[in-house]
């Protein structure tokens, strides 16, 4: 069974930076869409980003575009969650789920993800 382990998270002033990791194993990225989740106090789950099995196909929400950059590294099998200019909205744990290739095209709906992380707390406050 896939295991993911996120990490990097921490406390953060708005308009800062925080990157977060998330390591696969033991099987290799290549055969799973990789997405990136987060969950506020009180609110539900929302997909945030994602990346297909390829590394081409890539997705943000309008909630993080253009702020927020998801990237892979293949010889470490790690999937990065470059976070900038971070606001106090943005509080809130973090998770990336996994998904075969051959159960979808792309990551889902966090309902649809198979493999999850437990997660990484970001505090955006000043």
């Known amino acids: 069974q896939l295991q993911l382990v996120e990490s990097g998270g921490g406390l953060v002033q708005p308009g800062g930076s925080l990157r977060l990791s998330c390591a696969a194993s033991p099987f290799s990225l290549d055969y799973y869409h990789i997405g990136w989740f987060r969950q506020a106090p009180g609110k539900e789950r929302e997909r945030i980003s994602c990346m297909g099995s390829s590394g081409s196909a890539t997705y943000y929400a309008d909630s993080v575009k253009g702020r927020f950059t998801i990237s892979r590294d293949i010889a470490a099998n790690t999937v990065y969650l470059q976070m900038n200019g971070l606001k106090p909205g943005d509080t809130a744990v973090y998770y990336c789920?996994?998904?075969?290739?051959?159960?979808?095209?792309?990551?889902?709906?966090?309902?649809?993800?198979?493999?999850w992380g437990k997660g990484t707390l970001v505090t955006v406050s000043s």
């Open positions: 789920a996994a998904v075969h290739i051959t159960a979808a095209t792309m990551c889902r709906e966090s309902d649809g993800m198979d493999y």
